[in-house]
Structures are given as C-alpha cells and as structure tokens.
Nanobody
C-alpha cells in the first residue's frame, strides 16, 4: 500500500519561508515524477512544481524564483522549499507521485501566509 505523508505546513508571515516534505512508503519512489499541487478555497487544484525521475524541473510561473522542488530518492522523500511567501500562496499543498500506470496523492498540508 502506497502512502504519501506531507509535513511542514503552517502559518507564516508574508516574506517568510517554509519547507514542505513528502515522505513516501510502499513503492519505489525514484521511478515516479513527483509534483507539488495546491488548492485554495474556491479554486481548482494547480500544479506548483514538478520534478521527473531524471531530475527535470518545472514551476508555476507565479512561484518561479521563490520555490524550489527537490527529491532524495535514497530517503523516499521530496521537498518544496518556499521562500518569499505571499498571501496568495495560501492553500492546501498536496504531494503527488505520477507514473505510467499509477498516481498517488498525499492528504495535504495547510500553508497560510498572513500577517
């Protein structure tokens, strides 16, 4: 049984930083594309950042230069470093693993950016 567990969310002031972690179990983490998605109230879920098994990264335009996605396959863990956070980054952030035949989601972690 595949499980993804996110951690690291919380309340932060504008301009602050958070580091989200996604710990995977029950599968070979390194073969999947890993993505971080977010969903704000009343909005559709959107892809924030992704990294392929080969290390190719892509980012939502609004987070480029502020967020960095990374992965440690040996630890079955992925990360999203978020700097210079803005109120509009407030959302539930979800970890996703996507493969040729399967897709897995974590339960989400709340990120709130507010003064």
């Amino acid at each position: 049984q595949v499980q993804l567990v996110e951690s690291g969310g919380g309340l932060v002031q504008p301009g602050g930083s958070l580091r989200l972690s996604c710990s995977a179990s029950g599968t070979i983490f390194g073969i999947y594309t890993m993505g971080w998605y977010r969903q704000a109230p009343g909005k559709q879920r959107e892809l924030v950042a992704g990294v392929t098994s080969g290390g190719r990264r892509n980012y939502l335009d609004s987070v480029k230069g502020r967020f960095t996605i990374s992965r440690n396959n040996a630890k079955n863990t992925g990360y999203l470093q978020m700097n210079s956070l803005k109120p509009e980054d407030t959302a539930v952030y979800y970890c996703n693993l996507s493969g040729a035949r399967n897709t897995y989601w974590g339960q989400g972690t709340q990120v709130t950016v507010s003064s």
